[in-house]
């Protein structure tokens, strides 16, 4: 015979330097997919460039190799803007990632998670958070983190804190299960509505 399911699971945790380090690699990975087909899109788009500004070279001036040198060296140049992007780039991640940190008030605190059957709230020394289980728009586990998202942000408790695997998939089972009830619920709610 199987245990009931909890009511209330509540688990405490630090995030720790690497921690941090995955989850703004999660949040940036969101991200940078629009960036890196940007940059495709741009080295795609060069090779083509770089051939009409030597067909205008070669129309203007006459002379094949004065051409060839500046559709060469059009190319060369938007390679090397890529690369600078790209470079800035991960300069730029690097930055605002540290200065994200940099900005959370006890950012290596111990904190504690509760999850109960309405609601999750997270608190800490200086700090509480509640959000209603409607409020919540996913659930993920990435690179050894529990990301429970809440439109672009996510609380985020590392694998480890909890005490075993089995309470880390009862855990996981709990907030699946809140997230199941809270969609059939807007689900209903939405359903119940007279039309305007």
């Known amino acids: 015979m199987s245990e009931p399911a909890p009511e209330r699971i ?31 899109l741009t080295a795609f ?13 070669l129309r203007l001036s006459g002379h094949a190799p004065v051409a060839e ?23 730029a991640q690097k930055d605002a990632t540290k200065r994200s940190l ?3 008030l006890n ?11 309405s609601e999750i709230v997270v608190t800490g020394q200086i700090s509480q958070s509640m959000w209603r289980w409607a409020a919540v728009s996913r659930f993920t586990i990435e690179r050894g983190l529990f990301m429970i998202w809440i439109g672009p942000i996510s609380v985020v408790i590392p694998s480890r804190s909890f005490a075993s695997d089995e309470a880390r998939e009862i855990a996981a089972a709990f907030i699946r299960a809140r997230l199941a009830e809270a969609k059939s619920t807007a689900a209903g709610t939405a359903a119940q509505r007279p039309p305007a």
């Open 107 to 117: 950012a290596f605190e111990f904190k504690t998670a509760t999850f109960n059957t």
């Open 69 to 91: 040198i500046v559709g060469l060296f059009s190319l060369v140049a938007f390679l090397l803007g890529i690369v600078t992007m790209i470079g800035t780039n991960l300069v």
């Open 45 to 57: 788009g060069a090779i083509p460039l770089a051939l009409s500004f030597r067909w205008l070279e």
């Open 10 to 40: 509540a688990v405490t945790f630090s995030m720790t330097a690497d921690d941090y380090a995955r989850y703004f690699e999660v949040m940036n990975r969101k991200y940078s997919r629009g960036f890196v087909l940007l940059c495709c």
């Open 102 to 104: 940099a900005m959370t």
